[in-house]
């Protein structure tokens, strides 16, 4: 694949950085239009190449427009892409997210916000059993790529669960997402395209797992009607 990430993408972003106001948007406006179209074929580039290993419904890149009515920060754009990569649910279950920016860009996949009855699911297989799970996050070559497994954790334990349960590290967990970082060199490079295509390849028994777990009951049987 010889789609890639232009240079002036980043460039663009740092110059926005420095003069986030919609006057110089507006001025640069021409500019942003022709790189977000040249980002987006990159995305759905992507797109073709994970759906040779996997099923993707959909793509979504985000806009460039923040949402500033309940943040602090009142700065109309953002300055990165981002864009995700949904699987076929209710039987596919994870996704991929892509981010792109100056001394920042990163790659994600995982499980960001799961709904509360997916959440507990998770948590109570992990009470009654986490060596699959650890088994599959610690092999060598998955944490070559991926390394630990990251995300926000209630204090103690989540009700109704022990604290001094021997998986609290796990079942405290209220995301279970994996991230990847890369240097502005990798991000404009050739084979950026490919790197991120073969780490997203590479999460799939972790996506597996889970999927097996989020579409069956506690006793195994399936949730999802045939």
């Known amino acids: 694949m010889s789609m890639t ?15 986030n106001n919609r006057e110089w948007f507006e001025v640069n406006k021409k500019e942003f239009k022709e790189i977000e179209k040249e980002v987006k074929a990159f995305y759905t580039s992507l797109h073709h190449a994970l759906n040779k290993h996997d099923e993707i419904d959909r793509m979504k890149m985000f806009r460039i427009y923040r949402d500033v009515r309940f943040s602090k920060d009142k700065t109309p754009y953002k300055t990165h892409f981002g864009g995700s990569f949904h699987r076929i649910k209710p039987r596919l279950r994870g996704g991929y997210y892509l981010h792109i920016a100056p001394g920042a ?3 994600a996949a995982g499980f960001w916000e799961p709904h509360k009855d997916d959440l507990f699911r998770i948590r ?3 009470e009654m ?6 088994k599959i996050i610690n092999e060598k070559k998955f944490k070559q790529v991926w390394g630990e497994l990251k995300g926000d954790e209630v204090k103690t334990a989540p009700k109704g669960f022990n604290k001094e349960h021997e998986a609290i590290d796990l079942i405290k967990k209220k ?9 502005d060199k990798e991000v ?8 991120v295509d073969s780490a997203f390849n590479a999460i799939r ?5 889970m999927s097996d777990v989020l579409t069956t009951d506690l006793n195994g049987v399936s949730l999802i009607d045939e």
Not at 178 to 183: A, G, R, V
Not at 188 to 195: A, L, R
Request: charged share 35%; net charge negative; glycine share 2%.
């Open 5 to 19: 990430i232009p240079k002036r993408a980043l460039q663009f972003f740092k110059e926005l950085h420095k003069n």
């Open 105 to 107: 860009s990163f790659i």
């Open 124 to 126: 109570k297989e992990f």
């Open 129 to 134: 059993d986490d060596e699959e799970i650890r």
């Open 175 to 183: 995301q279970y997402i994996f991230t990847k970082e890369f240097s």
């Open 188 to 195: 404009t490079g050739k084979n950026f395209i490919n790197e």
């Open 205 to 209: 028994p972790y996506f597996d797992y």
